[in-house]
């Protein structure tokens, strides 16, 4: 399978503790996003990286919210002081930059739930 | 302010015929617009986009078709089949994507009856 994987699919925590979530893109794909999509809404575009570089992150929902891409290969979400209302799907998408137009392929999701 | 809207929360149509789904959207500077269908407790998966240059992209069953005066699309799907069954979202994007990222509705449940 050479899709977006996730890890890990879901995550129980409670109130006040961190979690991180992992993202791993289609490979030769050059874009990272992450996403927030809560009940009954569509996903909520968060940050971006192009290969290694944050080139956007002012989305991000709070300055409890962190993204990395170390190498420009996998990227990590990290959420501080966890609280309820981060209760949620985060998904990542990768894509490739091909001319004007770019096409987004999302991973499974993660689903946290915060207690 | 929602930029891209689907107004219709679920749709139901026998199976067999068509379905069209609709999107509207109030930023005259998106140019570019995908359709993804999402299962329960999955990613959303990309069905089918149409540039601003063009008014209409076809892939096998999915049409879709863009009115830009409007600022209105839809995808048709000819003939709708039970696994079509799913949550579907229309989204867009300014300059192709980047930094601006997607911008989705809040999609619509389409129903296959047999």
């Known amino acids: 399978d050479t899709g977006v994987s996730q890890d890990p699919r879901h995550k129980i925590t409670k109130r006040g503790q961190n979690v991180t979530f992992r993202c791993d893109p289609i490979?030769?794909?050059?874009?990272l996003y992450w996403y927030r999509q809560t009940l009954g809404q569509g996903p909520e575009f968060l940050t971006y990286f192009q290969n290694e570089a944050q080139l956007e992150k002012s989305r991000l929902l709070s300055d409890r919210f962190s993204a990395e891409r170390p190498k420009g290969s996998f990227s990590t979400l990290e959420i501080q002081r966890t609280e309820q209302g981060d209760s949620a799907m985060y998904l990542c998408?990768?894509?490739?930059?091909?001319?004007?137009?770019?096409?987004?392929?999302f991973g499974p999701g993660t689903r946290l739930l915060v207690l | 302010d929602q930029q891209v809207k689907q107004n219709s929360p679920s749709l139901s149509v026998q199976e067999g015929r068509i379905s069209i789904l609709n999107c509207d959207y109030t930023?005259?500077?998106?140019?570019?617009f995908l359709w993804y269908k999402k299962y329960p407790a999955e990613g959303p998966t990309f069905l089918i986009s149409?540039?601003?240059?063009?008014d209409k992209n076809e892939d096998g069953r999915f049409t879709v078709f863009l009115n830009k005066s409007a600022k209105h699309l839809s995808l048709h799907i000819v003939p709708s089949q039970p696994g079509d069954s799913a949550v579907y979202f229309c989204a867009a994007s300014e300059r192709g994507g980047g930094a601006d990222g997607l911008t989705f509705g809040k999609g619509t449940h389409l129903i296959i009856q047999p």
């Open positions: 930023n005259s500077m998106f140019d570019y």
């Open positions: 149409i540039s601003s240059i063009k």
């Open positions: 490979s030769e794909h050059n874009r």
């Open positions: 998408a990768s894509s490739l930059r091909s001319g004007i137009q770019e096409t987004q392929y």
